[in-house]
C-alpha cells in the first residue's frame, strides 16, 4: 500500500488517476465549463513530473 505522500507520485499514472486528479482540479477553479481537456492535461502532467521519493523528507520515529 502506497503512503499518503506518494498517492499520486508515479511514472506512468493509470486512467482513473489522472481522472480523479483533474476532478480535483475542477472542483478548485470553481466548476468551469469547457475546460475538461485543459484538466485532464493538466492532472496527467503533475502526476508525471513528481518526484519519484517525496517520502524522503519524513524523519523515523
Known amino acids: 500500500m502506497l503512503s499518503p505522500l506518494r498517492k499520486y507520485t508515479m511514472e ?7 481522472i480523479h486528479r483533474a476532478y480535483e482540479l ?3 477553479n470553481g466548476k468551469p465549463e469547457g475546460r475538461n481537456d485543459e484538466f485532464y492535461h493538466q492532472a496527467e502532467r503533475e502526476l508525471q513530473e513528481k518526484p ?3 517520502e524522503s523528507t519524513i524523519v523515523p520515529e
Open 26 to 28: 475542477w472542483e478548485q
Open 12 to 18: 506512468k499514472p493509470t486512467k482513473e488517476q489522472i
Open 52 to 54: 519519484e521519493h517525496s
